[in-house]
């Protein structure tokens, strides 16, 4: 699949899945998300080149990439504080939920935007906490 800048390839045969997984540093996920991210969010030069610094951990485990996806898989590893993060989102959107009872905010920005918004602020709650930047409507609408 060709996208603007970037084309896609999906493997969908086992006997070639295995073989890809065999070349992890050729095929690695890291400098595809480090790309990703500074294309998104339109990093500098300097922010980009931090980024790419040691992005598949070949000279240890430092660089921004490589802390910040063990960051990442410590938060997200089965246990208590995944368990937590769920349960914050969770309870966001059942007060989401709770609220269509006495408010008309779903018929007022319609069901897609609602979704975006609710789903949008229960993943962001958990993971920021009190602090969560996409409370901020512009923030919001920023990423989106």
């Not at 294309?39 to 490589?66: P, Q, Y």
């Not at 995944?82 to 920005?109: C, G, H, P, W, Y």
């Amino acid at each position: 699949m060709t996208f603007p800048g970037a084309k896609l390839y999906i493997v969908a045969k086992p006997a070639l899945i295995q073989l890809i997984q065999k070349q992890s540093k050729a095929l690695a996920f890291p400098p595809i998300a480090a790309e990703f991210a500074s294309r998104v969010c339109g990093s500098s030069k300097e922010a980009h080149a931090i980024l790419m610094k040691n992005v598949n951990g070949d000279e240890g485990e430092w660089g921004l990439s490589m802390e910040t996806y063990e960051c990442m898989r410590a938060a997200l590893a089965p246990g208590a504080d995944l368990d937590a993060m769920n349960r914050v989102m969770f309870q966001n959107i059942a007060a989401s939920i709770d609220e269509l009872r006495t408010t008309k905010r779903m018929a007022k920005k319609g069901l897609a935007q609602w979704l975006r918004n609710t789903i949008t602020i229960a993943t962001t709650n958990s993971v920021y906490g009190p602090q969560n930047p996409y409370k901020d409507q512009s923030v919001q609408d920023a990423f989106w």
